[in-house]
């Protein structure tokens, strides 16, 4: 999985086609960019050459002298073995909204299976049948993404205006910002219980949002009927938040930004000099963050969207900071648990369209094999099928 691969993407999905197929991978944390070795096999070889994915068979003798390197307590590398393909479930609006989700298209890309869900059934309990949830770029607020101001007469936007209402109400909620907090404490539990979690864009810091206002009203009058609460700022309660705090709402509707989280519309970067960097974690030592930064590239990188960056001084103590602009106080990629689960969240809407607008064609990744933006993703995927290891402190 260094420069020699051919295509970064697809070898996650041969690694998680061996899963299926019943058969454990040994990922090779840190060893030439986080590489897998399986047992080999004729079908398994044949998977690679069909999907384009570069691949080397090694004699007994030699794996064993890469297990034994790897296990060399003077390098930072060490094994994880996985053990099963998790169960995976993408949260997602059915109808075709004017934008595309970066985790449906890499999944597609590496011929990784998912279902696809949504407020129905994530509502009448679904999500125990998953392993490993992902979280479109929803809003969680109920303020349909603020897009109010720019796109309140496209018809894109009033058809899912009308189609959320009436979901709401066939559910039994007054409101749409009611729904989706009744998803969100949905997916609470669902990770409190073990579940595995990750989200980009503005499904990360809406989500949290969503859980803070939880007993107050945040939306005005053109999204759900009746004014917000002008003290909802005071009624905040972060303690139901996975990531963020103390943060202040931007409760004006006609503003794109949901809080001071988001770096968007305040960061001065010029795109040539817009990158972030993954933080060398000890493979050894912090086995989950270094599963979650395997790359062949360690400086990724940086893409906008509706949520770009977080602001530090927002994160709750305790979270790990995966990826950051330590120039501009901002980080890009983040983890931690809750409960019995973990959670992760990405910045930005898509690793190869820098700046991705409403209608824009969706990436195609055949043109980007070996983006290190998305193999942030595919570690997230593989991250379930895991053997628990218990972490040193």
């Not at 020699?4 to 993407?9: A, M, N, P, S, T």
Request: with cysteine; charged share 25%.
């Amino acid at each position: 999985m260094d420069a020699v691969q051919k295509d970064h993407l697809k070898a996650y999905g041969i690694a998680f086609w061996t899963l299926k197929n019943g058969e454990e991978v040994n990922w090779l944390l840190n060893y030439r960019g986080g590489s897998f070795l399986s047992k080999y096999s004729k079908p398994l070889e044949d998977e690679c050459k069909i999907r384009g994915v570069s691949y080397e068979v090694l004699p007994d003798a030699k794996v064993n002298s890469v297990l034994t390197e790897v296990s060399e307590a003077s390098v930072n590398m060490d094994v994880v073995k996985l053990e099963k393909a998790p169960k995976m479930a993408v949260y997602s609006p059915k109808n075709k909204l004017p934008w595309d989700d970066a985790v449906t298209m890499v999944l597609k890309y590496a011929e990784i299976p998912y279902d696809v869900l949504y407020d129905e059934e994530v509502i009448r309990g679904d999500l125990s049948k998953y392993d490993w949830l992902h979280m479109h770029h929803e809003d969680f607020t109920g303020q349909y993404s603020k897009f109010y101001s720019n796109f309140r007469y496209q018809q894109w936007y009033q058809d899912d205006v009308r189609g959320q209402e009436a979901m709401a109400h066939k559910l039994g909620f007054k409101k749409v910002s009611q729904m989706k907090l009744a998803v969100v404490q949905h997916i609470h539990d669902f990770c409190s219980n073990g579940g595995f979690l990750f989200a980009m864009c503005s499904g990360t810091d809406t989500f949290d949002i969503a859980a803070a206002a939880s007993n107050t009203d945040i939306c005005e009058s053109m999204f759900d009927g009746d004014a917000a609460d002008q003290r909802a700022q005071s009624k905040l309660d972060f303690g139901q938040t996975f990531a963020f705090q103390n943060f202040n709402l931007d409760m004006n509707p006609m503003s794109h930004q949901f809080s001071d989280i988001d770096m968007t519309m305040t960061r001065q970067v010029q795109r040539d000099q817009d990158f972030f960097t993954l933080f060398d974690f000890s493979a050894k030592w912090d086995v989950v963050p270094s599963m979650l930064t395997q790359n062949h590239d360690k400086v990724i990188k940086g893409f906008m969207g509706l949520t770009t960056a977080y602001n530090k001084n927002r994160i709750k103590p305790g979270v790990t900071i995966m990826g950051e602009m330590k120039t501009r106080n901002e980080a890009r990629y983040i983890h931690g648990e809750f409960g019995k689960g973990q959670w992760t969240f990405y910045g930005g809407h898509d690793p190869e369209d820098y700046q991705h607008a409403v209608g824009d064609p969706p990436t195609d990744l055949k043109l980007h094999p070996n983006s290190p933006g998305y193999r942030l993703i595919l570690n997230n995927v593989l991250f379930p099928a895991a053997k628990k290891k218990k972490q040193k402190t």
